[in-house]
């Protein structure tokens, strides 16, 4: 069985700081991660998604990839205070057949 | 537009009830999955479905149930064996899983 494993946090910031947030993940067959954002009493919410080695911008975030590692991480740039959420890392297990999910990373941002 | 509704989004439930939380898509995906998350808890896989008709048991299968006769459709049945039910429920369905997911908004369910 695939694990992907998280830092529970908190992770504390000020805000327009740079939030790095990390996943390790135990099988190395893996191709794809996903960063998912979700806000208290809420559903996730994909934020990035990355195939290959190295990294994937998209606005303030960017997800890194690195497989002889086997970590994946999530930089947030100018960290706002609405982004004080719980972020989940997710990879999918072998077969494809369903994703596996970090127990998630709480970030706060301060103003 | 397309997306998931998850009804209803507060349930209550009595001691020695079924009760069933709907699941319906429209995203023309073939595969639909349910978990379960507890308060500050990551998510928790009850069942999934990768196509019509059949459906796998996840971790925590327990005192769940589901049915899969269409393609939008994946109820989630909780039965009484099932004895700490109290959770947020999410359905999430995806086309393959190195696709990610797309999720429904939950139902909280709470035993009274």
């Known amino acids: 069985q695939k694990e992907v494993e998280q830092n529970s946090g908190p992770l504390s910031v000020p805000e327009g700081a740079i939030a790095s947030l990390n996943c390790t993940y135990s099988?190395?067959?893996?191709?794809?991660f996903f960063w998912y954002r979700q806000y208290s009493g809420k559903s996730p919410e994909l934020i990035m998604s990355i195939y290959s080695n190295g990294d994937q911008e998209d606005g303030r975030f960017t997800a890194q990839l690195n497989k002889a590692s086997q970590y994946v991480s999530l930089l947030i740039r100018d960290s706002q205070p609405s982004d004080s959420a719980t972020y989940l890392c997710a990879g999918p297990n072998t077969g494809f057949q369903k994703l596996v999910f970090g127990t998630g990373t709480r970030l706060l941002v301060s103003p | 537009d397309g997306g998931i509704t998850q009804s209803p989004k507060y349930l209550f439930r009595k001691e020695g009830q079924n009760v069933t939380l709907s699941c319906e898509q429209n995203?023309?995906?073939?595969?639909m999955y349910w978990y379960r998350q507890d308060p500050g808890q990551g998510l928790r896989l009850i069942y999934y479905s990768q196509i019509v008709n059949d459906f796998q048991k996840g971790d925590i299968a327990e005192g769940y149930s589901v049915s899969r006769e269409k393609k939008e459709s994946f109820p989630l049945t909780v039965t009484s064996a099932q004895k700490n039910p109290t959770a947020f429920y999410l359905c999430?369905?995806?086309?393959?899983?190195?696709?990610?997911?797309?999720f429904g908004s939950g139902t909280r369910l709470t035993v009274v």
């Open positions: 995203l023309n995906h073939d595969a």
């Open positions: 999430a369905t995806t086309d393959r899983a190195n696709y990610g997911y797309t």
């Open positions: 099988d190395r067959g893996s191709q794809s």
